[in-house]
């Protein structure tokens, strides 16, 4: 039986660029996905407060639906804008930023939605650790990352205007 094993697609020894500012810019995508999560989540709050007035009480009991749905609400979030085209949610396209397998292929639904399950449970059992991670490792990567065989980088268009940045001025 044989294993095929992978190597890395990512160095951040020869592609710097790939690398280049993504935990300062993942926390703002971060917050701009909380954002956009969270309104439908108010907005059908508010909706089933105003819908419980209306019926004397009887449909406060869609709260209880709430929770789930938040759930639901984001692991399909995730799944559809990680899988899709740009590998990338709202806020890391917002970034220029895109997720990838460790070995070069592009993000898929299912491993989107896991992410957004492996982020919740990782952060909630082991907050102090998932922030100290990416500071030990080369290519950036948190905790869920490096179990799910992931990694953010830049996207081409900011890895082109960094690459060429970088280079060297030439006199002449």
């Known amino acids: 039986m044989?294993?095929?094993?992978?190597p890395h697609a990512y160095d951040p020894a020869t592609q710097p660029e790939?690398?280049?500012?993504?935990l300062a810019r993942r926390v703002v995508a971060f917050i701009i996905d909380f954002i956009i999560l969270s309104v439908p989540v108010v907005?059908?709050?508010?909706?089933?407060?105003?819908f419980g007035i209306v019926t004397l009480g009887l449909g406060f009991a869609l709260y209880w639906l709430l929770p789930s749905a938040t759930v639901i609400w984001a692991i399909l979030y995730f799944g559809f804008t990680l899988g899709g085209p740009a590998s990338a949610t709202v806020g890391m396209r917002v970034m220029d930023l895109e997720m990838c397998t460790w070995y070069g292929a592009p993000a898929y639904f299912v491993l989107g939605a896991v992410q957004a399950i492996a982020f919740w449970f990782t952060v909630s059992f082991f907050t102090p650790f998932v922030l100290l991670v990416p500071f030990f490792n080369e290519r950036r990567r948190l905790l869920h990352d490096i179990l799910l065989g992931t990694v953010v980088i830049n996207n081409n268009a900011r890895a082109s205007v960094l690459r060429s940045s970088m280079q060297p001025a030439r006199t002449g």
Do not use: P, T
């Open 2 to 6: 044989s294993i095929d094993i992978k």
């Open 18 to 22: 790939l690398f280049d500012g993504v």
């Open 43 to 50: 907005l059908a709050a508010m909706f089933i407060f105003a």
